[in-house]
């Protein structure tokens, strides 16, 4: 395998990346479990009490909007350094491990964002959480099922929240977390793999590399 210029800076990107998405990943745990303090996740509560943390708590304001930021911020990363994976070419049987910890913390990113939508309890996250359960109810077989574990078996109520910040912090949250971690460590496995085949001049150095294509 041709090892370029180009794939050894989109490597070091990717290693960059995940740098990034774990720092976003703690972020967000961090905020969400100071949130978790004040939040109360009932029907008539929730809304009242992020007002409370956004006006009241000191600096609530500033968790909520970093947990908010970060939650955001990872889904774009986490897409983009498997686009830049892609880019590279990293189709190697010891990037395996790298690939499904990607694509999977970023399926779990997304699934926090979706959790998080009624969270809230304001107008907007109300009335997309029916829509999407409208569209889960129509899976064949399994989607009345589905919709009752997330509605509790009823309509949208106090349940339904408590079940979806349930999934959000205790399940999704955590996976998202070891994900993050395992991804990690598998880029940086890699990163020193590269290193190592460096020194052991398997790989030419990046400007031995360019003269040598160069004089090609």
Known sequence: MHNTRSDVILRRITTILSVVIITLT???ATTGILLSFYYEPAAGRAYQSL????TEVPYGWLFHKAHQIAGNAVVVIALIQIVVMF?????RKSWLT???SGILFTLSAIGLGWTAMILSWDQEGFWRFSIELGTIEAIPFIGSVLRDILT?????????LQHLYTIHSYIVSVAALVLAVVHLLSVLWQERQIKKMYAEGA???????QQQLNEG
């Open 203 to 209: 790989i030419p150095e990046t400007g031995k590399l």
């Open 87 to 91: 880019v590279s070419r990293q189709f």
């Open 51 to 54: 007002k409370m943390i956004d």
């Open 152 to 160: 509790g078996g009823g309509a949208i109520s106090t349940v339904t």
């Open 26 to 28: 703690l972020i967000g």
């Open 98 to 100: 790298a690939w499904i």
